[in-house]
């Protein structure tokens, strides 16, 4: 069994696979797992995420994963999400002790951000995706409709949807709501903040990315399996239809009984020979589905500036802000005194950074930050990075999952993952996850010997059942 790629998508194949007995052989081309998941030494010496990665409750089939290869013990969940805006206001978004689906009521009742008005519009929409069970008719259209146009059928006020709507949405599907399918959008306020309470908590890891996927390679060794670094795939050998060998460099080629091939469309796109998509209608789409970026930004102040382990702020270009010092060594309750602290801030959907400088992006976020947390204003930037990922994830478009293809094609012992296939879900680690263990799933089937790897959606509770 070959997989091609060490993002999540295809750890979770490799993963899974070795799991039913398969000896893996996997092929990442950099020199490190995680794909875009993953972090890195800059040359500063620095350990750096490629960018800060989430979780939430919700996402159940990433959480198998981390179980899986033992590393569910290295992200920490948080109940309390906490929000800032340049005003100083703030608000915190928290489940009480009522049950689903109005476990944030009390909180979202308290959030100063928001006016009565703001909240009656969002508690009137929030009702039809409860009501629908997170399926409204009008958004179960092939073409999808956008997120926005949706608010503006649901009369939200401009408030409800700049501080509440697109705050939640733009951080979770990486797009700005008018290039949004509602279908993405609604089935965020499902699952992770009606129909149950544990939906919305937080995960976050504590350890650099790169060191949640040590248990993967383990995996796959203990099988017979290797997992090979700086090996790219160079091309696909075919023979009567089917794929004789992977090619690599220097000559290599390498056969296997089925390949899963988990790689960014993109990348999937150019190294496909003609006679792979001929054979397969559904690959003729892969350019139709776009990209959109996200933007990290890393501070280290020489001071402590804020004690919360993230914030959300509000009508700023910078929307979320981790506090990695804290995240990192666990103290995440109590401010770190008399150390440096190191921040990474996140702008997804980040279009009107790309053309901008390094220089331009830094002054920009840190007169932000400085305005949002005062301690800040005293303390000396020492040190700061940016990175620009221009290809974050595929575009939660409307319609977009008609480009989507499935895990299985014709080509006999041909198995496609990675986040844009079509799992239903955006372009998230959960999805990634999904597809693998999909594309596991769709190998086994192929070998009769099937077997379940994808883990049910978080059961609705408490009232919320009664609409699912
Ligand atoms: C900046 C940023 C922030 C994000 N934040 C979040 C978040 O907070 N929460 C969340 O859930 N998701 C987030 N995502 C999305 C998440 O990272 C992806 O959805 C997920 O990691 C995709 O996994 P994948 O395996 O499908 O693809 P990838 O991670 O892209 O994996 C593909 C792998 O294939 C390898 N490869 C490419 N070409 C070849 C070749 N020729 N031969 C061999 N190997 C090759 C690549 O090096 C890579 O390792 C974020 C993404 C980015 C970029």
């Known amino acids: 069994m070959i997989v091609i790629g ?18 893996v052989k996997l092929f990442e081309q950099r020199p490190f797992l995680g794909g875009r998941a993953t972090s890195y030494v800059l040359p500063s010496g620095e ?40 005003q100083g206001r703030s608000g915190a978004m928290q489940a009480g002790i009522l049950p689903a689906p109005f476990h944030m009521t009390g909180s979202f009742a308290k959030f100063a951000p928001l006016s009565l008005g703001d909240k009656l519009s969002i508690a009137r929409a929030m009702f039809t995706i409860l009501r629908t069970a997170g399926k409204p008719k009008e958004v179960d259209i092939l073409a999808g ?29 990486d797009e700005e709501l008018d290039r949004t399918d509602a279908r993405f959008g609604i089935d965020v306020f499902w699952k992770a903040f009606l129909s149950n309470r544990a939906g919305y908590r937080m995960g976050v ?29 160079r091309g696909v050998r075919m023979e009567n239809g089917a794929i004789a060998a992977v090619q690599f460099d ?84 109590a401010p770190v005194h008399g150390a440096q602290q190191y921040l990474q801030l996140v702008i997804s959907a980040s279009y009107d950074l790309l053309k901008k400088s390094r220089e331009e992006i830094i002054e920009i976020c840190l007169k932000e930050i400085r305005q ?20 974050a994830t595929f575009s939660p478009e409307p319609g977009v999952d008609r480009f989507r293809p499935a895990q299985t094609t014709n080509t006999p012992g041909l198995f496609l993952a990675g986040d844009w296939t079509a799992t239903g879900w955006p372009a998230t680690m959960e999805g990634a996850v999904r597809s693998g263990y999909l594309a596991a799933e769709a190998v086994l089937r192929s070998a009769s010997s099937p077997a379940k790897f994808l883990q049910p959606d978080l059961a609705p509770t408490g009232f919320s059942k009664l609409f699912s």
């Open 47 to 86: 350990h750096v995420d490629n960018c800060q990665h989430v979780t939430l409750g919700c996402c159940t089939n990433l959480d198998d994963f981390y179980r899986r290869v033992g590393s569910a013990n290295k992200v920490k969940f948080f109940d309390r999400l906490f929000f800032l805006d340049p």
């Open 372 to 391: 949002a947390l005062p301690a800040a204003r005293e303390a000396q930037l020492i040190k700061a990075t940016v990175i620009k990922e221009a290809s």
């Open 145 to 173: 409709i956008s997120m926005l146009d949706w608010l503006k059928s649901q009369k939200q006020t401009q408030r409800a949807i700049e501080r509440f709507w697109r705050v939640v949405l733009v951080s979770a599907l």
């Open 205 to 233: 890891p504590a350890v650099p990315l790169a060191e949640l996927y040590d248990g993967c390679r383990i995996a796959v060794e203990k099988k017979g399996g290797e997992v090979t670094l700086r090996a790219p795939a």
């Open 250 to 333: 220097n000559g290599r080629e390498e056969s296997a009984d089925a390949y899963v091939f988990a790689l960014p469309h993109t990348v999937l796109n150019n190294l496909l020979p003609p006679e792979i998509k001929s054979a397969n209608p559904s690959l003729g789409w892969l350019d139709k589905i776009k990209v959109s970026p996200i933007t990290g930004v890393h501070f280290w102040f020489d001071r402590p500036v804020t004690a919360e382990p993230f914030v959300t702020l509000l009508d700023t270009t910078v929307q979320w802000v981790f506090n990695k010092t804290a995240l990192y060594t666990d103290q995440s309750d």
């Open 6 to 23: 060490g993002g999540l998508a295809g750890l979770a194949a490799g993963v899974a696979l070795a799991e039913s007995g398969w000896r």
